[in-house]
């Protein structure tokens, strides 16, 4: 059976493609950022194309010879027509399957049972119907929350709960809401391919064994994490964009992505049925309850095997625009921050602090100054610090650090990171490692902006001042921290490239 993947580079996507691989599956990936899936240990065991969804032509060549195709693409941020590119993808994707004769569609979607949705929650029913009526069979899966280590919803909830041991909350902490373990949301995914009848074209409703209050999560998790039970006092004053903005101050998920998920959160999404077990049924232990998803995403968290983030996939505002020395670089202005320094330790050393930078390991530089930048940036909006690492140790293409993304990494040499903060312009800081003619090892450190308009051009010379304070002090720091790391690897007897 050869399956299609949409949105591998995304969190469902990205843990679904080894399930279906494990099944027996021939894989093929569609992804508009191929090179954001070259560091995934499954990717040279898959077939991908690269393209938009919203090309007919990339579509076909994605869709030729596929038994089964999964609809895991969604796009959510502040864009007003965010529901009408969904629904253009849609009939784009549901003709281009149709034509080639997929045998089955597989789409992950919302809980949609009230008459009243929010904006959000309608485009992803939409998409749910315009798949159902392409004349290919289609399961249609309605999720409420879904909680797995680095999920959205989790990271949300996790962070509101440990961050605030009392708390005035929005109403919307008092609507029922039937949560689902990404486990059992991948077990239904994959088996949607093998166990469904062929005539079966409908809606499914999926979620755990627990109907809850958000209210409820938030003290089980707590109850889960080893917190003291909570304070939490609903009011009915906070608007849906105060809460977004409550939310986007509290956890890593910026105002702009909370918004739509706090519009959701006032629906009730609770199954209505549990169909699905007649094709599906539930495995012999039973569905994963809420307790036990959290702690297994607990557990996942804490052994920093974390395998795919919510953050993953790149959201609207994200920039693509090409790096000023690739080939089709338009020109213009562009200002640079250029710094070498060699340093006495091995370069495996100083490529194991360049890869661990970022989250808990900080910026090895004036920590305040990158705070006041994050807080800064979420106040306007942006996604600030507080996405951190998906792992201390290793870094992937295509993932995020802080407000950064990896746009490069070769091993042992070069990571470049491209800004994700708001600012007028564009920006990279590239870190690398080199050996010079006399087979001393330099660390090279280089920060990029390209300036746009007349204010990008006034913000580049109004933080000028503090580069020699943040980007000399980051020279200074990880090379000590480089030369720290081969006397702790010289002490213990073991060499760090073994570490």
Not at 263 to 277: T, W, Y
Not at 333 to 357: C, F, H, K, M, N
Not at 466 to 495: K, P, Q, Y
Request: with cysteine; net charge negative; hydrophobic share 45%.
């Amino acid at each position: 059976m050869r399956a299609l993947v949409t949105g591998a580079t995304g969190y469902v996507g990205g843990r679904l493609v080894p399930h279906l691989l494990t099944a027996g599956m021939d894989v093929v990936v569609l992804a508009r950022h191929p090179e954001r899936l070259r560091d995934r240990d499954w990717v040279s065991r898959v077939d991908v194309v690269a393209g938009d969804a919203n090309d007919p032509e990339v579509m076909a060549r994605a869709l030729a010879g596929v038994d089964v195709a999964y609809y895991l693409m969604h796009s959510i941020g502040t864009e007003d027509e965010f529901g009408e590119l969904e629904r253009a993808t849609a009939h784009t994707f549901a003709t281009a399957a149709a034509a080639a004769r997929v045998g089955r569609i597989v789409y992950l979607g919302g809980l949609a049972h009230e008459q009243r949705l929010s904006r959000h929650l309608q485009a992803r029913a939409d998409v749910g119907e315009i798949l159902l009526a392409s004349g290919v069979p289609t399961a249609a899966l309605g999720a409420g929350v879904i909680i797995g280590s680095g999920s959205l919803s989790f990271e949300m909830l996790r962070y509101l709960t440990e961050r605030l041991p009392a708390m005035i909350t929005p109403r919307w902490v008092r609507t029922r809401i039937q949560p689902i373990g990404i486990r059992d949301v991948l077990r239904y995914l994959v088996g949607c391919a093998t166990q469904l009848p062929p005539e079966v074209n409908r809606w499914f409703d999926i979620g755990g064994t627990d109907v809850l209050t958000y209210q409820d999560m938030m003290q089980r998790y707590a109850a889960v994490a080893g917190l003291p039970r909570r304070i939490i006092l609903p009011i009915n004053i906070l608007s849906p964009k105060l809460s977004s903005r409550w939310v986007g101050l509290v956890t890593p998920v910026p105002a702009s992505i909370a918004r739509p998920l706090v519009d959701s959160l006032k629906i009730e999404v609770v199954c209505h049925e549990h169909d699905i077990a007649d094709y599906i049924p539930d495995p012999p232990e039973g569905l994963l309850g809420f307790e036990a998803a959290v702690s297994l995403a607990l557990q996942r968290v804490r052994e920093a095997h974390v395998t795919t983030r919510w953050s993953s996939a790149s959201y609207p505002g994200t920039p693509s625009d090409p790096l000023p020395s690739d080939p089709d670089w338009a020109g213009g202005s562009l200002y640079t921050d250029e710094r070498d320094e060699p340093v006495d330790a091995s370069p495996q050393a100083v490529w194991q602090v360049i890869e661990g930078i970022g989250g808990e390991n900080g910026w090895y530089s004036f920590p305040l100054a990158w705070e006041v930048r994050g807080w800064l940036d979420r106040a306007v909006g942006g996604v600030g610090l507080r996405r951190g690492r998906r792992s201390p140790r290793e870094l992937m293409v295509g993932e995020p650090v802080d407000f950064w993304r990896v746009e490069e990494r070769i091993p042992g040499q070069l990571l470049r990171l491209r800004a994700e903060m708001k600012m007028p312009g564009l920006a990279w800081l590239e870190l690398s490692v080199d050996v010079d003619d006399t087979g001393r090892t330099v660390y090279h450190q280089r920060a990029i902006y390209h300036p746009k308009g007349l204010l990008g051009h006034a913000y580049w010379f109004s933080v000028l001042p503090f580069h020699g304070i943040v980007f000399g002090s980051m020279v200074t720091n990880i090379t000590a921290a480089a030369r720290a790391a081969d006397a702790s690897a010289a002490i213990a007897g073991t060499g760090t490239a073994s570490a």
